[in-house]
């Protein structure tokens, strides 16, 4: 089984490498699908999840044991349940790339290929406004103050699970910087490297 694993910041153009990545591999996909699959085991609503799972570090102690110390009731039992969907995933024995989650963390076990995507803040604001519906005008302050909330959340989150950084190089194998690059065209380097990565396990 062969896992890649995707970290990103925000609007840097992760999602969309992973996405032509499993469409080039042939591998299932796995982003918000985890997030209403929690929702829906929890009858909770999607986007009270996502803000949960995705908002300020907690105090706790997530280790071997995935045990916590002090968060709330509620956040906990959302990351204990979002670890069981991972290892459901996994456990399929099917080839995927999963978004975030801090999965390169959860799936260790399985040496997935962990790949961290990044990109200056001048491309990450052109990004959002690209995809911005013709209802939204957001100005640039407000794009980057979102953005620099989001990858925050995201830095905080894998402090709660781990004294490595997120975003820090060496804990991936390759680090894309999408700065003036179309996504399409990094793709197939990234295949390659997935093929000689897995080749290498085998």
Known sequence: MNIITVSRQFSSGG?????RLADILG????????????AKNKSLDEGYVEDSLGIKAIPLHFARSFTFAYASTAKSEL???EKRIID?????????????????????????LNIFVCADMESKINRC?????????????????????IDKSRASARAIISETKWGECLNY??????????????????????????????
């Open 15 to 19: 999602r969309e490498i992973a996405k």
């Open 27 to 38: 591998y299932d996909y796995y982003d918000k699908e985890i997030i209403s699959q929690i």
């Open 79 to 81: 990351m204990v349940e």
């Open 88 to 112: 459901e995933i996994a456990q399929k024995g099917k080839n995927f790339i999963i978004v975030g989650r801090n999965a390169d963390l959860l799936l260790k076990e399985y040496k997935p």
């Open 129 to 149: 406004l690209e995809k911005s519906t013709e209802g939204e005008k957001p100005s640039v302050k407000e794009i980057e103050k979102q953005i620099a909330k």
């Open 173 to 202: 194998h390759m680090t894309i910087n999408t700065t003036g690059w179309q996504i399409k065209e990094l793709v197939p380097v990234v295949v390659k490297l997935a093929e000689l990565y897995f080749d290498e396990e085998k």
